[in-house]
């Protein structure tokens, strides 16, 4: 019992603090569009933007995997993973459509760490306030590198991609792995939260002349005169 409680102080808590960093979070074990759409069999899995696991962990308690790459550019996030899979692999790196190192925006709440610089940052320094993000060099690689050096010719069930606008350019960077994918859940803005960044329309068009629908949208979070900036988006790609 007391663990019970423990567990849902936990969540209470954390639920508190990301929607403070504005920052969707859900409950559930497993992702309902997940569970609604995906056949219930062990998975082949890449997550781009791993953060600590906590998603991946939801995914593997669910399907299981047959093999999953999770990938994250931060220093020392694969420490704090804690999956009870031993086909895991971890790729410290960030994505997109070129391989390169590139300066990565790193906050003091890693969550909202990007390759791109937040919006609010732009206003922040014009007004000459300060704000904790520590800029760091990480190395960059593609989607299609990612698959080349884990997958042999393999379907991957699931694509995860949670990167705080830079959703787009790690699709482009898998020109040949893309064909191989059957589902993917991406982190969507309705609005460029971060300088550069594409927003869902662009992403949409992208996936549709790639072969893939949308199958489900799941509301994020919403502004301050409620309207609608950020969600989750499951597509699957076209059977033949």
């Known amino acids: 019992m007391l663990a019970k409680i423990k567990h849902s102080v936990s969540l209470f808590l954390k639920e508190k603090v990301l929607k403070h960093y504005l920052i969707p979070f859900s409950r559930t074990e497993c992702e309902p569009a997940l569970v609604k759409f995906l056949p219930k069999k062990k998975i082949t899995y890449i997550d781009v933007g791993s953060s600590t696991g906590e998603f991946a962990n939801s995914v593997q308690k669910y ?56 919006q609010e940052e732009e206003i922040l320094k014009k007004q000459k306030l300060r704000k904790k993000v520590l800029t760091i060099k990480v190395k960059v690689k593609t989607l299609d590198k990612i ?51 594409a927003t869902f329309f662009e992403i949409d068009k992208y996936l549709k002349t790639k072969g893939f629908y949308l199958l489900s949208i799941h509301e994020g979070y919403r502004g301050p005169h409620q309207e609608l900036l950020q969600g989750d988006a499951l597509y699957k790609r076209k059977e033949n």
């Open 63 to 118: 399907f299981g995997f047959r093999k999953a790459v999770l990938i994250d550019p931060i220093p020392n996030l694969e420490k704090k993973i804690k999956i009870d899979s031993a086909k895991i692999r971890f790729e410290q790196c960030a994505l997109s459509n070129k391989e390169k190192t590139q300066n990565f925006y790193l906050h003091k709440f890693h969550y909202s760490s990007s390759l791109l610089k937040n």
């Open 147 to 197: 698959y080349d050096n884990n997958f042999q010719n393999e379907k991957i069930d699931l694509l995860k991609i949670d990167v705080q606008g830079n959703e787009l350019k790690v699709l482009q960077g898998a020109k040949k792995s893309l064909q191989k994918i059957n589902y993917i859940f991406l982190e969507i803005s309705f609005l460029r939260l971060y300088k550069k960044s």
